[in-house]
């Protein structure tokens, strides 16, 4: 049989959800296509594929007739190996006043969706990058973005201000950013995108660099696609308060390794076995919300629990540096932000409240944000220049992401772009953030905006 390739991952996506999002004519298309230098100061950012790129946005909104309602968002990126990334962010159709007449003043009554959707029910996860409940764009770590998952979406607002939603899906598309490269000829694993972790490729036995030959067992298109979500979503609203919970089963959004390894009898070459798995996880959570004009508010929680938890191998984490341990996470926050056509502003905070030990539990994935706050400011002049800076900083690992950009509009058509990348990492090194260090740039772009 076929194995599972990146090809099919987008074969389905557009097969569920392009069609029904182009069944009208064209209402409202905006994007771009442009480019990016991140090598402004060449001390800076001369990492293979972060020195440069081009990327391409493409954007299509539809509200019309018959209560029809379409959208379509895309996005592709390719660095300076070669490497192209895409994300298909949504692309669904909907139908409003299905069972129910819908109100677009108060947005009552029901709606249904089909395709690929982003579920607006954690702005922790959303606001954080922790990818727990969507999948995430994740071109780079900086803004790793938000992408839908494909399914089959109800929404149903009474006039009281009560809100019931469902989602469900029998298909599922893991994250594909970043990828790795399998070379099943050499057994190897490497990775053109700067932002990804392969295996170490050699280790060192009796003070000798030993090669680590690689060996992928991929699972079959059916173990993969065809595994379920199911989720619902219950909350109440006003014009200015709101408050919900909700719970979801359903893949996570980047698959697992199983590895084994065994060592050559001369001791001359290691062999890693990788099974990539693919579990599931229930994601539940809760918030409350405050809005008033421009001004939004918000604290709340999310959990996830693994419905599997794999041993720790020891052996094999030691060779390769490959971790397959899981724990169950759970998250608090809140949020306050002020943004309009003139400027923006906010600050965002989170703390990791399950149980984690840096030095003695070797989980799969380290948490992105242990206890960090983020504070952003956007500011618009005379609608051709704008500044931006963004910073977040982890009180307990010291970890600090820096973004500060300033653009200048040449023309309707044409956006630059200057800018600066930042990453600190802890010294010891024991961080999510510290392989990624060296992913500094300065950079200097240009955009042309349709």
């Given at each position: 049989m076929a194995t599972f390739t990146k090809k099919h991952l987008l074969s389905l996506c557009l097969c569920t959800a392009v069609n029904a999002a182009f069944a009208a004519n064209s209402d409202i298309i905006q994007g771009y296509i442009g480019g990016s230098s991140n090598q402004i100061n060449q001390d800076i950012g001369d990492v293979p594929g972060n020195r440069y790129y081009g990327d391409l946005n493409f954007s299509y909104f539809k509200d019309g007739a018959y209560e029809l309602e379409r959208k379509f968002d895309f996005s592709a990126l390719v660095n300076d190996q070669s490497l192209t990334m895409w994300s298909l962010q949504e692309a669904y159709a909907a139908k409003?006043?299905?069972?129910?007449?819908?109100?677009?003043?108060?947005?009552t009554g029901d709606q249904l969706k089909v395709g690929r959707q982003n579920l607006k029910w954690a702005p922790i996860d959303h606001a954080w990058g922790l990818g727990k409940l969507n999948n995430r764009k994740n071109f780079d770590g900086f803004d790793p973005g938000q992408e839908g998952l494909t399914g089959v979406g109800y929404e149903n607002k009474s006039s009281s201000g009560f809100i019931w939603k469902v989602f469900g899906s029998p298909f599922y598309a893991p994250e594909m950013n970043p990828s790795l490269d399998i070379n099943k000829s050499d057994s190897t694993?490497?990775?053109?995108?700067?932002?990804?972790?392969?295996?170490?490729?050699?280790?060192?036995?009796?003070?000798?660099?030993?090669?680590?030959?690689?060996?992928v067992d991929y699972p079959q298109i059916s173990d993969v696609i065809y595994k379920y979500t199911i989720g619902a979503d219950f909350g109440w609203e006003n014009k200015n308060w709101a408050a919900n919970g909700?719970?979801?089963r359903k893949p996570e959004n980047q698959p697992s390794s199983n590895v084994e390894v065994a060592l050559a009898e001369d001791a001359a070459s290691v062999k890693a076995f990788v099974k990539p798995e693919f579990y599931y996880h229930d994601v539940f959570g809760?918030?409350?919300?405050?809005?008033?004009?421009?001004l939004e508010m918000y604290v709340g929680g999310i959990g996830i629990f693994p419905n599997t938890f794999p041993d720790g191998n020891q052996v094999a984490t030691t060779y390769t540096e490959i971790k397959t341990e899981k724990k169950r996470e759970s998250y608090l926050g809140g949020g306050i932000s002020r943004e309009n056509d003139k400027f923006g502003m906010g600050f965002n905070y989170i703390a990791r409240v399950s149980s984690?030990?840096?030095?003695?539990?070797?989980?799969?994935?380290?948490?992105?944000w242990n206890q960090a706050v983020n504070v952003f400011l956007s500011r618009n002049f005379k609608r051709k220049y704008r500044l931006s800076g963004d910073v977040k900083y982890d009180m307990l690992t010291t970890d600090r992401l820096v973004m500060l950009r300033a653009g200048y509009k040449v023309s309707k058509e044409l956006l630059m772009t200057l800018g600066v990348n930042m990453i600190g990492t802890p010294t010891n090194g024991k961080s999510y953030?510290?392989?990624y260090t060296n992913n500094d740039s300065v950079f200097a772009g240009l955009r042309y905006i349709f």
């Open positions: 409003n006043g299905l069972f129910k007449s819908y109100n677009h003043v108060d947005k694993i490497t990775s053109r995108n700067p932002w990804a972790n392969p295996p170490a490729a050699t280790t060192n036995i009796d003070g000798n660099e030993t090669p680590i030959q690689y060996i909700y719970f979801i809760g918030n409350i919300k405050y809005r008033n004009a421009d984690f030990d840096r030095d003695l539990d070797s989980l799969s994935q380290d948490p992105r953030w510290s392989p």
